[in-house]
């Protein structure tokens, strides 16, 4: 996840609070050239072009795993796009997952700009796609990571899935802001409408749940997870990585992998 410098926050909020787009550049990073893809990484794969739930058309890929394992829906981060994710989707891949990743409105290919409720829109598209392909949310498991993880969660509340692993998640937008910049959120906090509070949502989950965050994490703090996890209810795990940060390639650790097999078997058995 990235964050703003203070003094663009501070312009921001000091603008007009009628301006909603303002509020999207304080969160959103997209970036639309792709600069690679699954062929890279040696993973055969699907163009897919499908529509968010109101419509906006949408890219995504979708690389084909084991029919008999999973499939995992990823929702990523709030900067960049797909092909950012490449080495991810490869070690996906090697746990023998199915992988479907699409890129929100504005991001890489996908039409439309990035918002809240656009986010939520988008996932509900991907799920409709991976159900017309013969993917039921009984056989998806959601993976969001950091702001993707607020994304996975709505859709998980709205159609519960076999799994959802939530990967560095935030408590809430506000609590980014009053981490990042106290004094200045303690002032114009109440000019951002934007939500994505987990800590409020998360009683609410009917399904297996993984946590995974860094223990060095310095830009959504450890507490924060440990706040999420506190509240969800059973069932439930958390791994947190030794020293790893917020943008750390978690699969290069023993715990990352052991936790996802553990999840996996456990999905598998329900």
Same mark, same amino acid.
């Given at each position: 996840m990235r964050v703003l410098p203070v003094l663009t926050i501070l312009l921001l909020f000091t603008s007009s609070?009628? =301006?909603?787009?303002?509020? =999207?550049?304080?969160?959103y990073f997209p *970036? $639309?050239?792709?600069?690679?893809?699954?062929?890279?990484?040696?993973?055969?794969?699907?163009?897919? $072009?499908?529509?968010?739930?109101?419509g906006t058309l949408l890219h995504g890929w979708y690389v084909a795993g084991e029919r008999s394992r999973p499939v995992v829906l990823f929702c990523h981060g709030n900067a960049g796009n797909i092909s950012h994710r490449i080495d991810s989707l490869a070690?996906?891949?090697?746990?023998?997952?199915?992988?479907?990743?699409?890129?929100?409105?504005?991001?890489?290919?996908?039409?439309?700009?990035?918002? *809240?409720?656009?986010?939520?829109?988008?996932?509900?598209?991907?799920?409709?796609?991976?159900?017309?392909?013969?993917?039921?949310? *009984?056989?998806?498991i959601y993976f969001g990571r950091s702001l993707g993880a607020a994304v996975a969660l709505q859709l998980a509340l709205e159609q519960p899935p076999a799994g959802l692993v939530m990967e560095t998640?935030?408590?809430?937008?506000?609590?980014?802001?009053?981490?990042?910049?106290?004094?200045?959120?303690r002032v114009l906090g109440w000019l951002v409408d934007l939500d994505y509070d987990n800590t409020r949502k998360i009683t609410g989950l009917k399904s297996r749940l993984l946590f995974t965050h860094g223990s060095a994490d310095s830009i959504v703090p450890p507490r924060m997870v440990q706040k999420l996890f506190d509240l969800a209810p059973e069932p439930k795990q958390l791994?947190?990585?030794?020293?790893?940060?917020?943008?750390?390639? @978690? @699969?290069?650790? =023993?715990?990352?992998?052991?936790?996802?097999?553990?999840?996996? *078997?456990?999905?598998?058995? =329900?």
């Open positions: 609070p009628a =301006d909603a787009m303002l509020e =999207d550049h304080f969160l *970036e $639309t050239t792709l600069i690679a893809t699954p062929a890279a990484a040696g993973l055969p794969y699907d163009e897919v $072009t499908f529509p968010a739930a109101d070690q996906l891949h090697r746990l023998g997952l199915n992988v479907f990743i699409f890129d929100y409105r504005g991001y890489g290919r996908s039409a439309g700009q990035a918002s *809240e409720a656009g986010t939520y829109q988008d996932s509900r598209g991907a799920l409709d796609w991976l159900r017309l392909h013969g993917w039921a949310a *009984e056989q998806t998640p935030f408590s809430s937008i506000a609590a980014m802001g009053r981490h990042h910049y106290p004094i200045l959120y791994v947190l990585i030794p020293g790893a940060g917020h943008n750390d390639n @978690f @699969f290069r650790s =023993d715990e990352y992998r052991q936790g996802w097999r553990m999840f996996l *078997e456990k999905v598998m058995a =329900d």
